[in-house]
């Protein structure tokens, strides 16, 4: 795709949002985006709907954000700082503090080392924000947000926070629309994901199930597909000796095993930890070999027709309904068998299928924020995420926040209840009175840069006026300022789907 | 029309209508407070059995001296078992009114010794055995099975216990709410707004939860906002967990009937103290905390009050190198309230020696909590068979004759 080309085609093509979008054309751009901006409409009705489709399923590094979004990003320590070093100066900060003779020294010095744990955290969480409001490459950010919650990691166990950064930018977001085994595998073996499910602390006489079971019952086949307790402790057999390692020496093995010896940063597969016998997986006999077993069950799993099944359902539950149709959950399920686990042919059969534009699904909160924020500033690069970042999780849908490896639900009902609608109102009111604090960068003694949320603009008088429900028109009339009108906007039910 | 009209117009709606549910005067019946203790509280420095040699033995620094022993020394319970001293000015109190009852030896079946896979464990309250929904928590199903229940989370997130899709449950509890009470901000959103959104969600699908959480919204704070006028008439303010509680305490004797409060910080694997220190310090708050609870739910409320204190489980019964315990196994519960038939340990008791120890390094699971459960929920509201199967599937209540 030649994005270049696009842009200068949409530079001269801004004019055109003031023409009335087909509802239709909005309603699609909505599913698939993490929310309308006046820009991105104008994109995806220059290039045609298909061809900006195949785009969104098929994007290129070419795909890049603003340079004030960049720019954020490139300042950021986790943008230069490799994981292995993150991770190993953060633990000899930690040791240093824990030796720290003084107790009141020793509490200054790890407060501040949980201090610099939770600003690696943050820093992962600025960037997908920047991404998730600028990236022309929509798709591909909101499914980096669907993969992450599927293979859920919570940033508080023990030290995955200086982690999240490399987890969603090396295991996460360049599989995203690929494969889906590669997806499976990068997850699999990136430390977060080990420490998140104790693999790391698996070995052939301490075999720790974890990891094994949400492997199955989470990551592939899906929770009553058939497989059984067994399988679950013959995977776990299979996985022994996969995990971190954050010494620079190699471990003590026998000669015999050190060729076997994986390493890749933090990596690890440890032969000397390894169960050799031969396993029993899923009607499958695997020969006790090492790491190759892993590679062997993942394959079977991947191939496995529940996977195929559950992926759909999964997929199609988060972008167009809680209940998808049957039928097409089968056909994404045979495109992803088809096309051995691509997850753009999936998608592609998704977003073309009938009703999906026009799907009533109900915003979870991320998807609530970010569309609220892109509407109201578009192109108009905030310079602070915090604000989004605690509203997130005043919602209760912080970033990497969910502590069990399910991920948050997928399901309207899980966002409606009476308390987080509230919440939900005053958080509107947020948005929508002010700059809410984006536009201060997040440095001791700056101040505000000018910026105000414009929910009433072109595209609004364009559009979006004339879709709104007679209620929702009769309580706008009666808003007494800009700000008002904005949290009623951002309130109303039009808005929440 | 204000919003003092609006609420006096919804608090003389009789019977309420909340989330589609009708309810009868909710002021008669019981009340059930679920307090988690997130991290696997130290259960035996805390009920402590002082009487049993092998206690000293296996904590030669963290261990707390028999009743007596010592100037900072626990307090007489039954048998072998002292309370820690941070609780003399609190939950002795109940112990001696006979409101306060423990379960030694109380658990679960999962041995994974992991904080999350275990809380979760606790928290869906299915059989560890086979596959379990993350969607249906048994204090969700507990709701749905009560026909009276007022539930509410006091929690940032709504937790997986009160998670509530299995079954009828489902229907009926589309949306329990939950609301943060550690800091609660006066609403932003004012009257003539929350009217206007309300006319916005006029027959949508949405309008029942969007009035219900106004007025959760309006309940929480004007509960707060009476705490402070308290402050002012010069009543020591209480912070952390006590001010929680006190809030808890309010609402639950005004407004809900079934709540569910978890407190972190109990994961002491280093330095955790003794009749001091950092775990003392916790406790000591925890113990301000549910007196407080009990001082606001008011005498009447009390009466027919339960409060159980679980955890995901206990600590290694020996101390580690670092002055502090590990993951362990079985865990001691606490059940209190004027439902409570307290002032002893309930459930069944094996004398603590090296040989009863689970895998040589935990107490022993006896009593399963999902039995501990059903038994004083059967009690508390009369659930018949198929109800408690509903709560706790495939799992049969133990009368530990708590209620």
Known sequence: MKTRHTLTVLAALVSVAAAPVPPAELALFNHVTWGATDSGLAQMRAMGTERWLQWQLHPTPKDTLPPAAQAQIDAMAISHRPLTQLVTDLQARQKAANQMADPAEKQVAQKSYQEAMNDTARQAAARDILRDLYSPAQLQERMTWFWFNHFNVHQYKSDIRPMLGDYIDTAIRPHVLGKFRDLVMATLQHPAMLRYLDNAASDAAHVNENEARELMELHTMGVGSGYTQQDVQELARILTGVGIDTNAQNPNLPLRLLPQLIRNGLFEYNPGRHDFHDKTFLGHVIAGRGFEEVQEAVDILCHEPATAQHIALQLATYFMDDAPPAPLVDQMAAAFTRSDGDIASVMNVLVHAPGFATAQKFKDPVRYVLSAVRLAYDQHVILNTQPIQGWLNRLAEGLYNHETPDGYSLISTAWTGPGQLATRFEVARQIGFGSAGLFRPPVAGSTDQPGFPTLENALFFSTTRAELTPPTRTALDQAMSPQEWNMLFLSSPDFMY | ?403
């Open chain 2, 1 to 403: 029309m204000n919003r003092r009209t609006l609420l006096a117009g919804l608090t003389a709606l009789a019977p309420m209508t909340v989330a589609g549910r009708v309810w009868a005067a909710p002021k008669a019946d019981a009340r059930l407070l679920v307090v988690f203790l997130r991290g696997a509280y130290d259960a035996v420095n805390i009920v402590a059995p002082v009487g049993a040699d092998f206690y000293h033995q296996s904590r030669p620094i963290l261990g707390l001296a028999k009743p007596g022993e010592a100037p900072n020394a626990t307090l007489a319970l039954e048998g072998d078992w002292g309370l820690h001293p941070a609780l003399h000015d609190t939950l002795y109190l109940l112990w001696q009114r006979k409101e306060l009852a423990f379960i030694p030896f109380a658990g679960t079946d999962d041995l994974t010794r992991s904080h999350f896979e275990t809380q979760d464990t606790i928290e869906m309250g299915q059989p560890v055995q086979g596959s379990r929904s993350y969607n249906s928590g048994f204090m969700g199903r507990l709701a749905g099975v009560l026909t009276q229940s007022r539930p509410i989370a006091f929690t940032d997130q709504l937790p997986l216990i009160f998670h509530g899709k299995s079954g009828d449950a489902e229907a009926r509890h589309a949306g329990i709410p939950n609301t943060g009470i550690a800091s609660v901000g006066k609403p932003a959103v004012d009257d003539r707004q929350v009217q206007l959104i309300l006319s916005m969600y006029k027959g949508n699908s949405l309008e029942q939860a969007v009035r219900e959480g106004f007025q959760v919204r309006d309940d929480v704070y004007r509960s707060v906002a009476e705490e402070m006028t308290a402050a002012n008439r010069g009543a020591a303010s209480p912070r952390g967990f006590e001010l929680s509680a006190r809030r808890i305490g309010k609402l639950m004797r005004e407004q809900y009937n079934l709540g569910f409060v978890d407190i972190g910080g109990w994961d002491t694997h280093v330095n955790q103290g003794s009749a001091t220190g950092y775990l003392a310090d916790r406790i000591g708050e925890l113990g301000r905390g549910l007196a407080g609870f009990a001082e606001e739910i008011g005498p009447d409320t009390w009466r027919n009050t339960a409060v159980v204190v679980i955890s995901e489980f206990g600590r290694t019964f020996r101390e580690n190198g670092d002055r502090g315990t590990d993951h362990g196994h079985g865990s001691v519960y606490w059940a209190m309230g004027g439902a409570i038939r307290g002032g002893r340990m309930a459930g069944p008791q094996v004398k603590i020696e090296q040989a009863t120890l689970f895998q040589n390094r935990d107490l022993p699971v006896l009593t399963d909590y999902r039995a501990m459960f059903g038994g004083l929920l059967q009690k508390l509201y009369g659930l018949s068979a198929a109800q408690l199967q509903t709560v706790f599937p495939q799992a049969a209540p133990q009368d530990l004759a708590l209620v």
